[in-house]
């Protein structure tokens, strides 16, 4: 008997501790966008690039607080030319932005990272920041990384420009 109240104790008191801690849950919200742009010359000469360009960003949750913690950045392309060969370039290190595309937050420093791609594809921007912030679950905020692809010697539309954002908030 003395064993089974014993038992029950415990068995009360640890259901108590577990009940009462913090639910804490890890995740990652990610965006990816992969695009083809062709350039033709006014001889009639074409060339294309197709860009991938994503962002990522884990985060903690506890209560109605996210704190975010690693987020990266990627922008790789292909190309098929015979004359000229396209560029892509970024417009900045990924960044906070509101929903009017306003930057709410900018990350310093920015460190390289190693990516896998296949035969073919040139790495364009590659890189990861871990600086930890925090914000309401609810905030209406973007992680974003805008790209410029081009051809300059063609003279028809020489230039485009796109960008990927995953969404941060529940809001």
Known sequence: MKKRVGLLFCMVI?????????????????DRSEKTYVFVSTDGEACSATVSASVTQEYTENGAIRSYTTRCGYITYSYAAAYTIPQVTYSSDPK?????????????????????????????????????????????????????VGNSDYMVVPWYGNSVKAKLGNS
């Open 96 to 148: 906070y932005v509101d929903s009017n595309g306003n930057t709410v937050r900018t990350f310093s420093p920015w460190t390289n990272q190693q990516v896998l791609i296949s035969v073919g594809t040139k790495v364009r921007y590659s890189k990861k920041n871990t600086t930890t912030v925090g914000y309401s679950n609810n905030n209406g905020y973007y992680l974003t990384q805008g790209y410029m």
């Open 14 to 30: 640890s259901m108590f501790i577990l009940g009462s801690s913090e639910n804490v849950q890890a995740a990652t919200l990610a």
